[in-house]
């Protein structure tokens, strides 16, 4: 097990106890999924600094760049970075509709151009077609306003990725096995916030 992949599993496993721990107290199975948006940019920084001297490096950055595109548009983030709306100029950078779909393009583009570079390794086209066919769903269902629908075949898109990739005999470090672990991560913690 390389270590971004143990890093993801420690987080995980630190959201499970969290879930835990608030059902014995609370009665309810409770993790704080709401803050997976953050921590989805400090992995994947940490994952880009961590692997600065790997080929395709800018798949790594354009994650980088993904997450905190994601990190913008969620509400929680938004309110804690502009401390519940007191700070105003920050307000109106989050609220401008240029941030929205610079950050859709980039979310887009990071993901679209993650199925090239995997087809790039394996040379799988049903593979290939499956994860665009994810992909290309979960955005029709987002512009319908069907966020479930959404979230499932995001939800399956990453997690195919994810099996794939580990069925295949990639080196434990490559941009690819970095991402996977990146996409577990954000499987995951997704899946958390179903569960109570």
């Known amino acids: 097990m390389y270590r971004e992949q143990r890093i993801v599993l420690l987080i995980i496993l630190s959201f499970f106890i969290y879930g835990l721990s608030s059902l014995v107290s609370l009665g309810d199975f409770v993790t704080p999924f709401f803050f997976s948006k953050l921590i989805f940019v400090v992995v994947s920084l940490a994952f880009l600094i961590m692997n600065l001297s790997l080929k395709k490096r800018g798949y790594l950055i354009f994650a980088f760049l993904a997450m905190t595109s994601l990190a913008f548009v969620d509400g929680f983030t938004v309110h804690i970075l502009t401390k519940g709306g007191q700070h105003e100029a920050l307000t109106v950078f989050f609220d401008s509709e240029i941030l929205l779909y ?74 690819l096995s970095i991402m996977s672990a990146l996409f577990l991560l954000q499987f995951c913690l997704e899946l958390f916030k179903y569960l109570f």
């Open 102 to 175: 610079v950050s859709l393009l980039i979310f887009i583009g990071f993901y679209s151009s993650s199925i090239f570079l995997l087809h790039e390794s394996i040379k799988k086209w049903w593979l290939t077609s499956l994860l665009s066919t994810f992909l290309a769903a979960g955005f029709i269902c987002a512009y319908l306003g069907d966020m479930l629908f959404f979230e499932i075949a995001f939800g399956l898109y990453l997690i195919f990725y994810y099996v794939m990739l580990m069925g295949s005999n990639q080196p434990e470090k490559s941009v």
